[in-house]
């Protein structure tokens, strides 16, 4: 009886820190122009089935914006991180497009406290951008 117990006990705390340690990465984080240090945009980062993504939710300025992308989209509303899985000290796996750029990059993202460190890269050579929590903000349709 104490095996089953201690079993059950076992298997719940592995589902709760399975649950906790993929909301650690769920939410929205405000981009960090790098160049002027001014707030960019809100990313809003989801889970499905184990892979995380994220799209850009609100836009501090000019939300007309339109990516650097086959087709023109607008940036308010473009997925711009797919396919990331955990792995290692954070997520990886996947890319992350710079819409301004329309330039797409392998990716990182890990935690440094309460913010997030995202690293886009080719090969060994990336620039990480650190992201701040936000609140919430919906996209317009």
Same mark, same amino acid.
């Given at each position: 009886?104490?095996?089953?117990?201690?079993?059950?006990?076992?298997? =719940?705390?592995?589902?709760? =820190?399975?649950? &906790?340690? =993929? !909301?650690?990465?769920?939410?929205?984080?405000?981009?960090?122009?790098?160049?002027?240090?001014?707030?960019?945009?809100?990313?809003?980062?989801? &889970?499905?089935?184990?892979?995380? /993504?994220?799209?850009? $939710?609100?836009?501090?300025?000019? +939300?007309?914006? $339109?990516?650097? @992308?086959?087709?023109? #989209?607008?940036?308010?509303? *473009? !997925?711009?991180?797919?396919?990331?899985?955990? %792995?290692?000290? %954070? @997520?990886? %796996?996947? !890319?992350?497009?710079? #819409?301004?750029?329309?330039?797409?990059? /392998?990716? +990182?993202?890990?935690?440094? %406290?309460?913010?997030?460190?995202?690293?886009?890269?080719?090969?060994? @050579?990336?620039?990480?951008?650190?992201? *701040? #929590?936000?609140?919430?903000?919906?996209?317009?349709?």
């Amino acid at each position: 009886m104490n095996y089953l117990i201690k079993s059950f006990i076992c298997i =719940a705390a592995v589902s709760v =820190a399975t649950a &906790v340690s =993929a !909301k650690e990465f769920i939410g929205c984080w405000t981009t960090i122009d790098d160049e002027t240090k001014e707030q960019k945009s809100v990313v809003e980062i989801t &889970v499905d089935n184990g892979v995380y /993504s994220g799209k850009i $939710v609100h836009l501090f300025k000019n +939300e007309d914006a $339109v990516a650097k @992308l086959p087709g023109s #989209p607008k940036i308010l509303g *473009l !997925k711009i991180i797919s396919d990331m899985k955990r %792995g290692g000290k %954070g @997520l990886n %796996g996947g !890319k992350i497009t710079d #819409p301004k750029k329309g330039k797409t990059y /392998s990716c +990182e993202i890990w935690r440094d %406290g309460e913010n997030l460190v995202v690293r886009g890269k080719i090969a060994f @050579l990336g620039r990480n951008q650190t992201w *701040l #929590p936000s609140e919430k903000r919906e996209a317009k349709k």
